[in-house]
């Protein structure tokens, strides 16, 4: 069957004929209708595009209701914040989306494992950054205990310049006084 669709004019009016032939037989028909300014309405509902809102509409709610699922793990995962790694409480009736979901929830558990270990290393790494330190600062007040002689005087809390200065370093010269004990002729202000 074949479509075809011509503009007539005759006698100042214009008119819109369609032809159609069957393939299985020699029948032709030919419909002739004005064509004035509902010519498109015509057209179109020739072509069956009428049905058209009428299909699409029952497909958006269809797409819609078999998204909802997605809709709510999505929103749960854009609610949470970057220290919220929990597993997702959504579970999914559809095994695609539940396996989707549980794969992020591994991937969440992987994350918070790491980020555990993570803050273990740093606290050992502080914890034996602070035992030399403390271990240093024990030698340096027990060399201020043993050798006070060799002093001049002007470290710690001897002068006002030296009380803005750390304990144990000098406000004269800003050297440690551990290191003053040490290389007694570095420091300008040594006895």
Do not use: F
Request: charged share 20%.
């Amino acid at each position: 069957m074949y479509d075809q669709t011509e503009l007539i004019h005759a006698d100042d009016t214009r008119w819109r004929s369609r032809s159609a032939r069957s393939e299985r037989s020699d029948a032709e028909s030919t419909l002739v209708i004005p064509a004035e300014d509902w010519h498109i309405w015509v057209n179109v509902n020739s072509h069956g595009y009428y049905i058209l809102p009428v299909l699409l509409l029952p497909a958006w709610i269809s797409v819609r209701i078999a998204l909802r699922p997605l809709s709510n793990v999505l929103q749960e995962v854009a609610s949470r914040g970057p220290q919220e790694l929990a597993p997702l409480q959504s579970t999914p009736k559809h095994q695609e989306l539940r396996s989707v979901v549980d794969c992020i929830n591994d991937l969440l558990t992987r994350v918070d494992e790491s980020a555990e270990r993570e803050r273990a290393l740093i606290a050992d790494a502080a914890h034996e950054l602070r035992a030399p330190l403390a271990a240093m600062h024990v030698n340096v007040e027990a060399l201020l205990a043993h050798a006070p002689a060799r002093h001049n005087g002007n470290c710690s809390t001897a002068s006002s310049a030296a009380a803005t200065a750390p304990p144990g370093w000098c406000a004269s010269c800003s050297c440690s006084c551990a290191a003053r004990l040490a290389h007694p002729r570095r420091c300008v202000c040594s006895a």
